[in-house]
């Protein structure tokens, strides 16, 4: 139920794409940039709605809109943190930003989901360790509450396709 892709994933045809978000839901660079300019700005209205209600989003935790002209149904933004040297509790909120991006797939009868790779751009976590806590995080909600769904990896860099490769070995493909 994880495979791994590598590319844009803007362009997937899945129910909800996750966006690597920052905690304003303002749209920024990276992968919250290419989702918003592919997306148009019928997310952006959502997410200043959102911010209107609770005022943005804090590290570890997501929320959902629209996936406006995209072809996926949903956006969930989740906020990873930034890499600080790893003693801020970056391991435990990166987990966190997977875990609640799950849950609101969840309550929104997602079947199937994608990924990019939380905080590893321009938040600058080491590729390799959130690799490992986006996997063992992932496997973990697919054997309890997120167990009828399909999770994809999206590798959009060449590090990090290789390293998602190599740890899920023969699973890459499943
Ligand atoms: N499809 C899939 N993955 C992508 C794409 C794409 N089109 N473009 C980049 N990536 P980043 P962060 C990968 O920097 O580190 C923004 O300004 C990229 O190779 O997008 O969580 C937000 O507003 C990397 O592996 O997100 C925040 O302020 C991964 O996406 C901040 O950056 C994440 O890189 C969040 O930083």
């Known amino acids: 139920m994880i495979q791994l892709l590598k590319g844009d994933i803007t362009k997937l045809e899945v129910d909800a794409i996750v966006n690597a978000a920052n905690t304003s839901l303002l749209g920024g660079g990276g992968v919250d940039g290419a989702i918003h300019r592919a997306g148009g700005p019928a997310i952006l209205e959502e997410c200043m709605k959102i911010r209107q209600r609770q005022g943005g989003c804090r590290v570890g935790e997501a929320v959902i809109t629209t996936g406006g002209r995209l072809p996926c149904r949903h956006v969930i933004h989740a906020v990873g943190p930034v890499w600080n040297g790893g003693g801020s509790g970056e391991d435990g909120l990166l987990a966190e930003a997977y875990r609640s991006s799950i849950e609101l797939a969840v309550e929104h009868a997602v079947q199937t989901i994608a990924f990019p790779n939380i905080s590893t751009g321009i938040y600058r976590f080491p590729k390799e ?30 590090e990090n396709y290789h390293i998602y490769a190599s740890m899920m070995g023969g699973e890459a493909g499943q």
Not at 130 to 138: C, E, F, G, S, V
Not at 141 to 148: E, N, Q, R
Request: hydrophobic share 55%.
């Open 129 to 158: 360790r959130a690799a490992h806590i986006a996997l063992i995080t992932i496997k973990e909600l697919l054997a309890g509450p997120a167990s009828s769904m399909k999770v994809f990896f999206v590798c959009y860099d060449e």
